[in-house]
């Protein structure tokens, strides 16, 4: 499962690792986020480093749809709904100061953005009033959009709110940009090393998996969900998983268009460097590890498209993950515990391209003397009552998923090799062990996190086992590919 955008050859190689190397700041991630914080911190003459588990936009930014819109869905409205007027003001003029640098660093080096209206719209006559609430949200927060009873799109509608002049483009463009940007000013990228623990006292300094040891002044977390635990961010952010398809169709320039509710769909088209034009079609998303079948929700997508666009042809499928907050803004900051030395960025819910680089902006800002003014508002904002209800109901939602994993398991007996890309969960002694078998090869594993214990579900879409408590994510054979997991699974014995 590919992206369209991680479907190319030319990647940026991995630096050697920077051992006994005197850094300024060491970034953990090689997404948008880390890459742009990265570059402004070199910019002014630090040394930086960025260490990433896998490969440069492995994770969240090689798989988004590549939005770059301050109209997001129902955003605004939800954030109107858990925070005060002023805070969601902050956020507009963050997402905003994120779109603009980001277009002008394009625009500065080269990287095609085309230009697109943003559409947040009713595909169901009881979605009117969720489109209508975003409508009223963005034009109380200074946003011109406009109100459209019909829009004219190859979808049915009840209408929508369109906001003009927004952006869309290929993430790769950019964050290959962006490297390359961060080398010419003496960064380095390492990619490859995960990094599983950190100091907790001192100078900063983090574990890698090999167990290699760097050091750094500031250590900037930009991994999706924070690897460290400190923040108990965790308990606070609700992991999400959605999928995307991209199809060979010809078509005009489209709108960015998303659906106001449940199951959602997100349209785009992707200009081609070769005159041709794609079609992306994304969502129908859920909680990571809680669907009745991730590949029928894909199925679903499918049948959407060939409804709607006849005659696309399918050429990649794959997924996202993402993190909500509990008031829908993300949490840019210094970590707790974390002696004023560690940072962290993350809660982006979706809305990556522009909450990105303006965690970046606000991080780098700080670091460097000369803090951005909306940043005061969003990170002195209080939790009103509807967003601590919010937090209660996740983790009640977490409590009730790991009772239901534990009789699950106990009820069921040690599986047999399930057919080829099934897994199956059950009992072997007093442990919950999983079974499964891809590409022709069986391999069991403890099926508990090794974050917190979940019992884990098997993914049948993506062939993986996904914990449905934080949202870690394992390889049929137990490795980590999301966390907040940092540890593999355990293996029983022969």
Same mark, same amino acid.
């Given at each position: 499962?590919?992206?369209?955008?991680?479907?190319?050859?030319?990647?940026?190689?991995?630096?050697?690792?920077?051992?006994?190397?005197?850094?300024?700041?060491?970034? =953990? /991630? #090689?997404?948008? @986020? &880390?890459? +742009? $914080? *990265?570059? !402004?911190?070199?910019?002014? %003459?630090?040394?930086?480093?960025?260490?990433?588990?896998?490969? =440069? /936009? #492995?994770?969240? @930014? &090689?798989? +988004? $749809? *590549?939005? !770059?819109?301050?109209?997001? %869905?129902?955003?605004?409205?939800?954030?109107?709904?858990?925070?005060?007027?002023?805070?969601?003001?902050?956020?507009?003029? *963050?997402? !905003?100061?994120?779109?603009?640098?980001?277009?002008?660093?394009?625009?500065?080096?080269?990287?095609?953005?085309?230009?697109?209206?943003?559409?947040?719209? *009713?595909?169901?006559?009881?979605?009117?009033?969720?489109?209508?609430?975003?409508?009223?949200?963005?034009?109380?927060?200074?946003?011109?959009?406009?109100?459209?009873?019909?829009?004219?799109?190859?979808?049915?509608?009840?209408?929508?709110?369109?906001?003009?002049?927004?952006?869309?483009?290929?993430?790769?463009?950019?964050?290959?940009?962006?490297?390359?940007?961060?080398?010419?000013?003496?960064?380095?990228?390492?990619?490859?090393?995960?990094?599983?623990?950190?100091?907790?006292?001192?100078?900063?300094?983090?574990?890698?998996?090999?167990?290699?040891?760097?050091?750094?002044?500031?250590?900037?977390?930009?991994?999706?969900?924070?690897?460290?635990?400190?923040?108990?961010?965790?308990?606070?952010?609700?992991?999400?998983?959605?999928?995307?398809?991209?199809?060979?169709?010809?078509?005009?320039?489209?709108?960015?268009?998303?659906?106001?509710?449940?199951?959602?769909?997100?349209?785009?088209?992707?200009?081609?460097?070769?005159?041709?034009?794609?079609?992306?079609?994304?969502?129908?998303?859920?909680?990571?590890?809680?669907?009745?079948?991730?590949?029928?929700?894909?199925?679903?997508?499918?049948?959407?498209?060939?409804?709607?666009?006849?005659?696309?042809?399918?050429?990649?499928?794959?997924?996202?993950?993402?993190?909500?907050?509990?008031?829908?803004?993300?949490?840019?900051?210094?970590?707790?515990?974390?002696?004023?030395?560690?940072?962290?960025?993350?809660?982006?819910?979706?809305?990556?391209?522009?909450?990105?680089?303006?965690?970046?902006?606000?991080?780098?800002?700080?670091?460097?003397?000369?803090?951005?003014?909306?940043?005061?508002?969003?990170?002195?904002?209080?939790?009103?009552?509807?967003?601590?209800?919010?937090?209660?109901?996740?983790?009640?939602?977490?409590?009730?998923?790991?009772?239901?994993?534990?009789?699950?398991?106990?009820?069921?007996?040690?599986?047999?090799?399930?057919?080829?890309?099934?897994?199956?969960?059950?009992?072997?002694?007093?442990?919950?062990?999983?079974?499964?078998?891809?590409?022709?090869?069986?391999?069991?594993?403890?099926?508990?996190?090794?974050?917190?214990?979940?019992?884990?579900?098997?993914?049948?879409?993506?062939?993986?086992?996904?914990?449905?408590?934080?949202?870690?994510?394992?390889?049929?054979?137990?490795?980590?590919?999301?966390?907040?997991?940092?540890?593999?699974?355990?293996?029983?014995?022969?």
């Amino acid at each position: 499962m590919t992206s369209l955008w991680l479907d190319r050859a030319d990647l940026p190689e991995s630096d050697p690792l920077p051992v006994g190397e005197r850094l300024d700041d060491l970034v =953990i /991630g #090689a997404g948008l @986020t &880390g890459l +742009t $914080t *990265a570059l !402004l911190l070199a910019r002014a %003459g630090r040394r930086v480093a960025v260490v990433e588990a896998r490969h =440069i /936009g #492995a994770v969240t @930014t &090689g798989n +988004t $749809t *590549a939005k !770059l819109s301050l109209l997001q %869905g129902t955003k605004l409205s939800t954030i109107l709904q858990r925070q005060s007027h002023q805070v969601a003001q902050a956020y507009v003029d *963050a997402n !905003l100061e994120g779109q603009q640098w980001l277009v002008r660093f394009c625009s500065d080096r080269g990287v095609p953005v085309q230009a697109r209206d943003a559409i947040t719209y *009713a595909a169901e006559i009881h979605q009117v009033d969720a489109a209508r609430a975003e409508h009223d949200a963005a034009r109380s927060l200074g946003l011109g959009a406009r109100w459209h009873d019909q829009l004219d799109v190859p979808f049915p509608n009840h209408g929508g709110t369109v906001l003009a002049d927004q952006s869309q483009f290929d993430p790769l463009d950019i964050l290959i940009a962006l490297a390359r940007e961060l080398r010419e000013h003496g960064g380095t990228i390492h990619e490859g090393h995960r990094v599983v623990s950190a100091s907790k006292s001192g100078r900063p300094s983090v574990h890698l998996g090999d167990g290699t040891e760097l050091t750094a002044d500031e250590v900037i977390l930009a991994t999706g969900t924070p690897i460290l635990d400190r923040g108990l961010y965790f308990a606070k952010l609700e992991p999400l998983r959605s999928y995307a398809l991209a199809f060979d169709f010809a078509t005009t320039p489209l709108p960015m268009s998303l659906s106001a509710g449940q199951p959602s769909r997100s349209i785009r088209d992707v200009p081609r460097a070769d005159g041709t034009t794609k079609l992306m079609i994304g969502g129908n998303g859920h909680t990571v590890g809680r669907t009745y079948s991730e590949a029928q929700r894909v199925d679903e997508l499918r049948a959407w498209t060939a409804r709607y666009f006849p005659g696309a042809v399918e050429t990649h499928v794959w997924s996202a993950q993402d993190y909500r907050s509990h008031d829908g803004i993300p949490y840019v900051g210094h970590l707790p515990r974390g002696g004023g030395r560690f940072h962290v960025a993350t809660g982006f819910d979706k809305w990556g391209m522009t909450n990105a680089v303006a965690a970046a902006r606000n991080l780098s800002s700080k670091l460097l003397g000369e803090p951005v003014p909306w940043s005061k508002p969003l990170s002195r904002r209080i939790s009103r009552p509807a967003g601590a209800a919010r937090i209660a109901t996740i983790n009640l939602s977490v409590g009730a998923e790991l009772a239901k994993g534990i009789v699950t398991a106990e009820l069921r007996p040690m599986p047999d090799a399930p057919s080829e890309g099934s897994g199956e969960v059950g009992r072997d002694g007093f442990l919950p062990t999983g079974v499964s078998t891809v590409d022709g090869r069986t391999c069991a594993v403890r099926a508990v996190c090794t974050h917190l214990g979940g019992i884990l579900s098997w993914n049948d879409q993506e062939k993986s086992w996904d914990c449905p408590l934080h949202g870690s994510r394992f390889t049929p054979e137990g490795e980590v590919l999301e966390g907040p997991a940092t540890k593999p699974l355990h293996t029983p014995p022969d």
